[in-house]
C-alpha cells in the first residue's frame, strides 16, 4: 500500500513539473484606470497579476518574495518614480525583465531608461498588438498561454470585414496585382482608417508570406532610438549597449518591414533608410561592416508627403523611392457599407474577450452611428464598441455622440459669409479681425486634428503641437475645440 502510494505522490510530482507555470506581471502604476485596464489585458493574457501605484511599494514586494516573470513600469510617478524604481530593480533583481510605459515626451528620458536598463518601453496610448509584440520579444508568449491568449480571436476579422465595400475591394485588387513583385508600397490615408491592414495584406499575398512581418511606428519613437530599433547597435555604441542588437531590419530579412508614420522620421534617417532602398545594406549604430538584407518595404502615412518634400520636411528623392505603388485609403465615412459588420465584429470579439454578454445595439445608438462622420475611423469605432462591452451600457457613447459637432465644410461657410457681409458692408471690419478670425480656425482645425490622432491624449497632443499642455488647454477653450474622447 506504501510502495503504490508513493508511486502516486512520484507521478503527481512528475505532472506538477511538466505542467507550465502560469506567468506573474508586477504593473506599477499611479493611475487607478490604467492600472485596471492594464490588469485586464495582462489577465486574459494568461497571466497572474498584482498592481502597485509607485515604485516604492514595488521594491517593497520584490524585497518580500514577490518573483513576477515582468515588471510594467510607469515612468512618470509621484514618490518612487519609474526611473529611480528602474535602478533599484536593475541592481538587486537584474534578472527580471522591465518594460517601461509612459506617454510620450522628452527622448531624453526614454534613452535614460534604457541606459538604466529597460528591456523594452511602450508608450500611452497603445495598442493591443504593441503589447502582444512586447511580450513576443521578452519571450512570454509561452504555451502557458495559449488557452488565454486566443479568447476573443475566433470571431470574424476586421481585417477581412474591411473588404465589403467596392472602394476597399479595388484597392485589394491592386495588391493582388503586385502580390508576385517586391515594389515598395506607400499607403496613405486617415489616422485609424485600416493602413496597417492593408500593409498586412500586401504582405499577405506576396511572396514573401512565409517570411516575418515585421512593424515599427516611427512617430513612437525619438530619433536616436528609432535608428538603433531599425538598424541595431553593436557592443559599446552607447552607454548601457552591453552586446549586439539586432535592428527591425534584420528581422525582417526575408519578409515585409512596415514603416507606420514615415512622414515622422527625421531626415538624418530619411537618408539612411534611402540608403537600404538603394542597396539593400546599412550599418549597425556604431558598427563598420555592411549588413545586408532582403526587405520589401510598406510605408504609411496620414500626411501629406509631397507637401512636406515643397516645405523641405521630407526629402524628394526619398518620397519618390517609397512612392512606386501608392494606395489611398478613403475614410470611414466614405465606407458605410462596412459599419454593420465592423459593429457586430467588435460585438463578438469583446464579448468574448471580457466575458460579457452579446446583446447587440439598441436602434438609437445605431441611428447615431450612422450620422457620425467618425473623423477617427475604425479606430474610433472599435474604441467606441469595446466601452459599451465592457461597461454594458450605452451611455457614454451615446452622450459623446450626441454633442453638436460643427463639420469643417460648415464653419467654412461661416466665414465665406462673413466675407460677404464685409464686401457689401466694405470697411465695417478690420483686415487685422479676419486675419485673427482665420487663424483661429486653422489652428482649431489643426489642434482637433491633433487630439482626433492621439486618441484625445491632451500631454501627447500638446507635445506633438510643439506648445506646453497649459498653453493646450488655453487654445481648446479660446478656439471652441470640440471636446471628444
Not at 510502495?3 to 507555470?21: H, I, Q
Not at 493582388?176 to 508600397?185: K, L, M, P
Amino acid at each position: 500500500m506504501g510502495s503504490a502510494l508513493g508511486g502516486l505522490d512520484r507521478v503527481k510530482r512528475m505532472d506538477e513539473e511538466e505542467t507550465p507555470r502560469t506567468p506573474r506581471a508586477l504593473i506599477v502604476d499611479d493611475a487607478e484606470g490604467m492600472r485596471a485596464y492594464m490588469a485586464t489585458l495582462f489577465e486574459t493574457r494568461g497571466f497572474d497579476v498584482d498592481t502597485c501605484d509607485d515604485g516604492g511599494r514595488a521594491l517593497s514586494l520584490l524585497e518580500n518574495g514577490a518573483a513576477p516573470d515582468l515588471i510594467l513600469l510607469d515612468i512618470m510617478m509621484p514618490g518612487t518614480g519609474g526611473l529611480a524604481a528602474l535602478a533599484r530593480i536593475r541592481s538587486s533583481w537584474p534578472e527580471v525583465p522591465v518594460l517601461m510605459v509612459s506617454v510620450v515626451g522628452k527622448a531624453s528620458t526614454i534613452v535614460q531608461a534604457m541606459q538604466l536598463g529597460a528591456t523594452d518601453y511602450l508608450t500611452k496610448p497603445f495598442e493591443e498588438a504593441e503589447l502582444d509584440a512586447a511580450l513576443d520579444r521578452l519571450g512570454l508568449h509561452s504555451s502557458g498561454l495559449a488557452g488565454s491568449s486566443s479568447r476573443g480571436r475566433g470571431v470574424t476579422d476586421p481585417s477581412q470585414t474591411v473588404w465589403v465595400s467596392s472602394a476597399m475591394r479595388e484597392i485589394r485588387s491592386v495588391i493582388e496585382q503586385i502580390g508576385d513583385t517586391d515594389v515598395t508600397v506607400l499607403i496613405q490615408g486617415e489616422s485609424g482608417a485600416g493602413k496597417e491592414i492593408v500593409a498586412r495584406e500586401v504582405h499577405a499575398v506576396s511572396n514573401r508570406v512565409k517570411g516575418p512581418f515585421v512593424k515599427v511606428n516611427c512617430a513612437a519613437l525619438p530619433t536616436d532610438l528609432l535608428e538603433s530599433e531599425l538598424f541595431g547597435y553593436e557592443k559599446g555604441a552607447f552607454t548601457g549597449a552591453n552586446g549586439r542588437k539586432q535592428g527591425k531590419f534584420e528581422l525582417a530579412n526575408g519578409g515585409t518591414i512596415f514603416l507606420d508614420e514615415i512622414g515622422e522620421m527625421c531626415p538624418l534617417l530619411q537618408a539612411k533608410l534611402l540608403q537600404v532602398l538603394q542597396d539593400s545594406e546599412f550599418t549597425r549604430l556604431g558598427g563598420h561592416r555592411e549588413v545586408h538584407v532582403d526587405v520589401r518595404v510598406v510605408c504609411a502615412t496620414n500626411r501629406g508627403l509631397l507637401d512636406m518634400v515643397a516645405a523641405g520636411d521630407f526629402r524628394e528623392d526619398l518620397y519618390f523611392r517609397l512612392n512606386v505603388v501608392a494606395i489611398d485609403i478613403p475614410p470611414l465615412r466614405e465606407r458605410r457599407e462596412e459599419l454593420p459588420l465592423l459593429v457586430e465584429t467588435f460585438l463578438a470579439r469583446y464579448a468574448v474577450l471580457y466575458e460579457r454578454p452579446h446583446t447587440g445595439l439598441s436602434q438609437r445608438l445605431i441611428e447615431a452611428m450612422n450620422a457620425h462622420d467618425f473623423p477617427g475611423n475604425i479606430r474610433e469605432l472599435e474604441n467606441m464598441i469595446k466601452r459599451v462591452v465592457v461597461l454594458e451600457n450605452e451611455d457614454s457613447v451615446l452622450a459623446e455622440l450626441s454633442r453638436p459637432r460643427t463639420n469643417r465644410s460648415e464653419r467654412r461657410a461661416e466665414l465665406d459669409a462673413m466675407l460677404d457681409e464685409i464686401e457689401e458692408n466694405a470697411g465695417e471690419l478690420p483686415l487685422r479681425e479676419v486675419g485673427r478670425l482665420f487663424a483661429q480656425e486653422v489652428e482649431r482645425e489643426a489642434i482637433e486634428h491633433m487630439l482626433n490622432l492621439t486618441g484625445w491624449n491632451r500631454k501627447q497632443a500638446a507635445s506633438r503641437l510643439g506648445i506646453s499642455y497649459k498653453t493646450l488647454l488655453q487654445k481648446i477653450r479660446t478656439c471652441a475645440v470640440e471636446v471628444g474622447g
